[in-house]
């Protein structure tokens, strides 16, 4: 056997990479399979915080750094508190993740890693800056914004942001509730929010975030995040650490690159919860349900469907896109109008039809009659 040739190939090690790798080898159906992954960095800094909310436990639970049962939404002239029951608001730490993998995957026998730069992928081969290798199914995470930007079918917003941990003299932030949206900050003709995770009483990671189509200047997100720490008691605090981020929002349709033998995974798959912005536990899902798919021996384009989950989200980039300087009053009108638990399966895509009328209910009905009439005609 060509010792380069392998029956899966998953290029790039970042979160759907590794759950896709992780869940593969860890089920006894491949313990005969060569699976080879290839990642170029080595995953070894705290460079992402990733949170989702779920009900129970999880194989991911014991990385999970912190999690929270009450959360806080506010705008203008509207905020509430609640409980998250029966779903929990978790927080893993890349760090802590990209650990966790390395040790469960290095007892893998049907496992190969290298690093290598993946330079080219095509139907049975990933050629990368050092050799080729073959395989019979390829899965690929490696984003190209390019063909995304040369469309313009599907408006493309941005989740931007940059996320502060920062440590207080005082006591000033409550450990046990999050602050899921914070629309009392200067909108600015966007949609902008503060997103706030109490880590303790005296520390806590902060996002200035935007649903936007352009990022801006990495003092103003900076700014935005002093001058709200400005509102707080906190008698002085210091920056421990920082991160940012770019995540696409679109219903741009990934799932056409897909082929036979070849699919496109994560943010490069469109597994991000294109009105939200939430990747994680959506490759986490998705990853379950692929390793199911793949013992089916179907074609890899087959995996992915579209439902009307996605064309909800559709209508709604649409109309976010359209009407940017109004996303605080999308989002108020669906916290105010609805039950928490039901906008969370909601944005699960777990609800049924009676929850989901009821929410698209509440938003302004003429803009989304506006999209759903240009979407059809």
């Given at each position: 056997m060509n010792k380069n040739h392998y029956d899966y190939i998953i290029c790039g090690g970042g979160a759907s990479g590794l759950l896709l790798t992780f869940?593969?080898?860890?089920?006894?159906f491949f313990k005969n399979q060569r699976i080879l992954l290839i990642e170029k960095e080595s995953k070894n800094t705290n460079d992402k915080t990733?949170?989702?909310?779920?009900?129970?436990?999880?194989?991911?639970e014991p990385i999970v750094y912190k999690k929270w049962s009450k959360a806080y939404f506010g705008a203008n002239d509207f905020e509430m508190d609640f409980e998250m029951d029966p779903f929990q608001y978790k927080m893993i730490r890349s760090i802590d993740f990209y650990q966790y993998m390395k040790n469960q995957l290095a007892s893998f026998k049907p496992l190969t890693q290298i690093r290598e730069k993946v330079c080219e992928i095509s139907e049975n081969e990933v050629t990368t800056d050092v050799q080729?290798?073959?395989?019979d199914k390829i899965f690929s995470s490696i984003f190209d914004p390019k063909s995304l930007y040369q469309q313009q079918k599907y408006p493309v917003l941005l989740q931007h942001f940059v996320g502060q941990i920062v440590q207080t003299q005082k006591a000033c932030f409550d450990p046990d509730k999050i602050e899921f949206m914070n629309f009392k900050v200067p909108q600015k003709g966007n949609t902008r929010f503060m997103y706030l995770l109490p880590l303790t009483p005296k520390k806590a990671l902060l996002e200035y975030t935007l649903f936007s189509e352009n990022?801006?200047?990495?003092?103003?997100?900076v700014s935005a995040i002093a001058a709200f720490l400005k509102q707080l008691p906190t008698g002085g605090y210091e920056i421990l650490e920082e991160e940012e981020g770019k995540i696409p929002m679109t219903c741009y349709r990934f799932d056409l690159k897909n082929s036979p033998k070849l699919l496109h995974i994560g943010t490069a798959g469109g597994w991000t919860k294109a009105s939200t912005g939430y990747t994680f536990q959506r490759i986490n899902e998705k990853t379950k349900a692929l390793v199911e798919f793949l013992k089916k021996g179907q074609p890899l384009n087959q995996f992915s469907k579209r439902d009307r989950f996605w064309f909800y989200d559709l209508l709604f980039i649409d109309v976010l896109s359209k009407y940017n300087a109004n996303g605080a009053d999308l989002f108020r009108r669906m916290f105010q109008k609805n039950k928490p638990e039901n906008i969370f399966k909601f944005l699960n895509e777990k609800s049924a039809i009676g929850q989901e009328i009821l929410i698209m209910r509440s938003f302004n009905v003429l803009q989304f009659v506006g999209?759903?009439?240009?979407r059809l005609f």
């Open positions: 869940r593969m080898c860890n089920d006894p990733w949170c989702f909310w779920e009900s129970g436990e999880s194989d991911l080729s290798y073959h395989g990022p801006l200047d990495h003092k103003e997100y999209a759903l009439w240009k």
